[in-house]
Nanobody
Framework: VQLQASGGGLVQSGGSLRLSCTAS????????MGWFRQVPGKEREFVAA????????YYGDSVEGRFTISRDGGKNTVFLQMNSLKPEDTAIYYC??????????????????WGQGTQVTVSS
């Protein structure tokens, strides 16, 4: 299984970025795909997730209202539209996938596979 993430970069405060991640190497639709982020010295933080059924998604408190997750379930691809970015959003962003049903989507431990991470830097 491989997860390929892209879309990170440098942006000014108030700007926008769109991340994407595609999971490949396994047949069938993933139960949930999500995004986490991490800065050095801190624990990995839940950002957003979406189950195979779609819907509105789940969000961490610090990004709700600014970030939007969406997915193309047929391709096991997930997107993260990040608007109104703040310097505190600076982190390495990781996408993750859980293939089977069950688990609380905000917990990193439930996910089966992880991408390599993409750097997002927001300047003030």
């Amino acid at each position: 299984v491989q997860l390929q993430a892209s879309g990170g970069g440098l942006v000014q405060s108030g700007g926008s970025l769109r991340l994407s991640c595609t999971a490949s190497g396994r047949t069938g639709s993933a139960y949930v795909m999500g995004w986490f982020r991490q800065v050095p010295g801190k624990e990995r933080e839940f950002v957003a997730a979406m189950t195979w059924s779609g819907g509105s998604g789940y969000y961490g408190d610090s990004v709700e209202g600014r970030f939007t997750i969406s997915r193309d379930g047929g391709k096991n691809t997930v997107f993260l539209q990040m608007n109104s970015l703040k310097p505190e959003d600076t982190a390495i962003y990781y996408c993750a996938v859980k293939w089977d049903l069950g688990g609380l989507v905000a917990y990193a431990s439930i996910y089966d596979d992880w991408g390599q991470g993409t750097q997002v830097t927001v300047s003030s």
